[in-house]
Nanobody, 126 residues
């Protein structure tokens, strides 16, 4: 498939953990920077984290730094977002995306990403 597909969302209590997965076609996955974004109700979509093709470069939003870890398994064409110490403010639809203009330069604007998944809901209860 061309479009990335997210999975792993759900309902968790504050302080808990979830791991999101994003599967993409080999053509996309082997060539592009991959990122996670999220959108809470009534808010704009925001950058969460991104990773270069090699996995050697990552970048996180300040709000998730130290709690979330992005990784990728190129053999499986899959990217992950390990989310620990979740807070109610992490509640959002999480999207996986690919930046087809970059394999190692990480950009944080959603407008730089042009392949998007459908999203997976993450709800953190207090």
């Amino acid at each position: 498939q061309v479009q990335p597909v997210e999975s792993g969302g759900g309902l968790v209590q504050a302080g808990g953990s979830l791991r999101l997965s994003c599967a993409a076609s080999g053509r996309i996955f082997s060539s592009y920077v991959m990122g996670w974004f999220r959108q809470a109700p009534g808010k704009e979509r925001e950058f969460v984290a991104a990773i270069s093709v090699s996995g050697g470069s990552t970048h996180y939003a300040d709000s998730v730094k130290g709690r979330f870890t992005i990784s990728r398994d190129n053999a499986k064409n899959t990217m992950y977002l390990q989310m620990n110490s979740l807070k109610p403010e992490d509640t959002a639809v999480y999207y996986c995306a690919a930046d087809s203009d970059s394999s190692w330069v990480i950009r944080t604007s959603q407008y730089e990403y042009n392949y998007w998944g459908q999203g997976t809901q993450v709800t953190v209860s207090s």
